[in-house]
């Protein structure tokens, strides 16, 4: 196969600059990046089902205030990363409340009580405890979307017989490569980057999976896909920019442990060194999926993942064109913003290659000139640092515009500060006799 254009790369160690030579200019058929998507896990809706009734409003009623709750206002309500295990819990009946919360979550939740809060009647407690889980706790909307997806797979597993019986496997260390398995057990920062080129800053290759194992793959969807069409099963879009091309997602058929057990034992000691700033040491679900496109799909789009750290293995076949496309990773607020020359860069798809990069670094895949190009992604996120996100208003350890703006207030301090200076010095000297 002819091997697309590409950037010219250096190996890199991590702490080095890194440099990218001979760079092309920006090919012609280079969408813009005006409108870029955020590329979303498609909402579970039930196949072959009425659409559920919509949640009711305002399901869970506000309970009645319990009397002395002034006493108790929400600000004296800080949990204690200790828990007070002399505190003997109050009994919070028998079942799970319409919340869903059950009596072992209140008791467990009591011990971490600030103490002028402990010894309050178990209504107060569990009406502030309250206030604090609703944070944590589904909507009805996302109960009934998680139902559906549960009960869709539950339909899909109790009919699919799986082609390859040894992909599903809970141990993913017989698909590795040997060098990437011992570069992993060496963990090291040292050991891990050993074996990585850094085609882009920021943007990782390597390779990590027995090509039998990509073949396999290739050949599990394929079936899956084939089976579905045959017993009528209609099948979920792995992302909402997929329309075109053919796809799955993986776990819909039954890789939900193998994967999980990949990104515990494989991706998340890489991400913790590469990505520690959008919590790679902190990865806990993911979204995976295999897709397949030809010259009629078209190109996938100029997009962001939605993931803190994305996994992408270009698993075959024979194809040309197909280049993936980066151009810079920016915060949720500056998504739009315009790309500087240095940050454009094209990295060809190479079969049994992986790429490792920030999920929120921009990118895009030209067109298939010729053949069939199979992907398999696999979107890794941090409920951790989505949370932390909330209250961060500076993502300058990854966003180029963050890092902008940050320098300039920098200046505009430091021209101030001396401004004040001159001025003091000034007056100072007018004292003076
Ligand atoms: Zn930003």
């Not at 204690?80 to 079942?95: F, K, L, M, R, S």
């Not at 502030?128 to 539950?154: A, D, H, K």
Request: hydrophobic share 35%.
């Amino acid at each position: 196969m002819p091997l697309p254009r590409r950037a010219a790369t250096v190996r890199i160690r991590r702490g080095q600059i890194h440099r990218v030579t001979a760079m092309p200019p920006p090919p012609q058929q280079a969408p813009e990046p005006a409108g870029l998507q955020l590329l979303l896990q498609p909402e579970v809706v039930a196949p072959n089902h009425p659409p559920p009734a919509p949640p009711a409003p305002a399901a869970v009623p506000v309970p009645p205030q319990p009397q002395g709750e002034a006493r108790y206002r929400r600000p004296l309500v800080r949990l204690q990363a200790v828990p007070n295990e002399d505190h003997v819990p109050d009994n919070y009946g028998d079942g799970p409340d319409e919340l869903g919360i059950t009596p072992a979550v209140y008791q467990a939740l009591e011990r971490h009580l600030p103490p002028d809060l402990a010894g309050a009647p178990a209504e107060v407690k569990r009406y502030f405890m309250r206030s604090v889980l609703r944070n944590y706790v589904p909507s009805p909307s996302q109960r009934i979307r998680t139902q559906n997806q549960r009960e869709y797979r539950e339909r899909i597993l109790s009919a699919y017989q799986p082609l390859h019986p040894e992909l599903y496997t809970n141990d993913p260390s017989t698909f590795i490569l040997p060098a990437f398995l011992q570069a992993i057990n060496g963990n090291t920062e040292e050991s891990i980057t050993s074996i990585m080129m850094e085609p882009a800053p920021g943007v990782f290759a390597f390779p990590m999976l027995k090509p039998s194992f990509c073949q396999m793959l290739m050949s599990e969807v394929n079936n899956f896909l084939r089976w579905a069409q045959s017993a009528n099963q209609r099948i979920m879009r792995p992302t909402s920019l997929d329309r075109h091309g053919r796809g799955a997602a993986l776990s819909d058929f039954g890789l939900q442990e193998m994967l999980d057990n990949l990104m515990k034992d494989f991706i998340s000691p890489m991400s913790t060194v590469l990505f520690p700033e959008v919590g790679g040491n902190t990865l806990d679900s993911h979204h995976t999926f295999v897709l397949e496109y030809g010259e009629a799909d078209g190109a996938r789009g100029f997009h962001v993942d939605d993931s803190e750290v994305t996994l992408n293995i270009c698993l075959g076949k024979h194809f040309t064109g197909a280049d993936m496309y980066f151009r810079g990773i920016r915060c949720g607020n500056h998504v739009n913003s315009g790309t500087h020359d240095e940050e454009y860069f094209v990295h060809p798809n190479v079969p049994g290659q992986v790429l490792l990069h920030h999920g929120s670094h921009r990118h895009g895949v030209f067109s298939v000139t010729s053949g069939r190009r199979v992907n398999m992604v696999m979107w890794c996120k941090s409920s951790v640092f989505r949370e932390m996100k909330k209250f961060m208003t500076d993502f300058s350890g990854f966003c180029r515009e963050c890092q902008f703006q940050r320098t300039a207030r920098q200046v505009q301090h430091l021209q101030e500060l001396t401004a004040r200076i001159s001025i003091s010095g000034q007056e100072s000297e007018d004292e003076t006799p």
